[in-house]
């Protein structure tokens, strides 16, 4: 069965500490991995698409990696706006059907 | 270039109606696809429409559904509400296989 599973759940950094989330998939076929923000009451906020092992995106202090296996959302020096749930979803196949993990909650203090 | 938009922000209604919640997909996508956020859950799919037809389903019973209009924007209805239909429901939209889904703000639904 595919799924897509996240940890931690939660996760409490201070302002500066850097992190990463991890994201573990067994996706038969995967089509492509992604990353995304949602802040509470908000619709998520795209912010990666990895398709192969080895590709690596970077935005501002936020970087994704994967691996045939898993990805990884390192996060650089954090500040307290990048607080919000981080949710990786697989992409099964040509059904385009999201597999979705249920999510790192992250908080950065001050 | 305009996200995609949802109507309306929030929905109250009373066990047994009826609900219809709009989404207008980013121009250009084709593909419009809805989920259910309840409370602290996670993402759970609800359907998926491209050019006009409906292409998957989730595990959802038949009084959810849905349909895509000529020009790719969509509504969802939900028949018979539920206390349990309470929740977030979210819009989003694609270009083309294998691309991003980019997600509207959400409409909150309150069943009392």
């Known amino acids: 069965e595919d799924q897509v599973t996240q940890s931690p759940e939660a996760l409490r950094l201070q302002e500066g500490e850097s992190s990463s989330l991890n994201c573990s998939y067994t996706?038969?076929?995967?089509?492509?991995l992604f990353w995304y923000r949602q802040d509470p009451g908000k619709g998520p906020e795209f912010l990666f698409t990895l398709y192969s092992a080895g590709e690596e995106k970077e935005k501002e202090r936020l970087k994704a990696t994967l691996t045939k296996k898993e990805s990884f959302l390192h996060i650089t020096a954090p500040k307290p706006e990048d607080s919000a749930t981080y949710l990786c979803a697989g992409n099964a196949g040509n059904n385009r059907k999201l597999i979705w993990g249920l999510g790192t909650s992250l908080a950065v203090n001050p | 270039e305009a996200g995609v938009t949802q109507s309306p922000t929030h929905l109250i209604k009373t066990r047994g109606q009826q609900a219809t919640l709009r989404c207008s997909p980013i121009s250009g996508h084709t593909s419009v696809y809805w989920y259910q956020q309840a409370l602290g859950l996670g993402l759970q799919f609800l359907l998926w429409y491209d050019e006009g037809e409906e292409r998957n389903r989730g595990n959802f019973p038949p009084r959810f559904s849905g349909r895509q209009f000529p020009n790719y924007s969509s509504e969802l209805n939900v028949n018979a509400l539920e206390l349990e239909d309470s929740a977030l429901y979210l819009c989003?939209?694609?270009?083309?296989?294998?691309?991003?889904?980019?997600f509207g703000p959400g409409t909150r639904l309150t069943v009392l």
């Open positions: 996706v038969s076929g995967l089509r492509g």
């Open positions: 989003a939209s694609s270009l083309g296989k294998l691309s991003a889904q980019y």
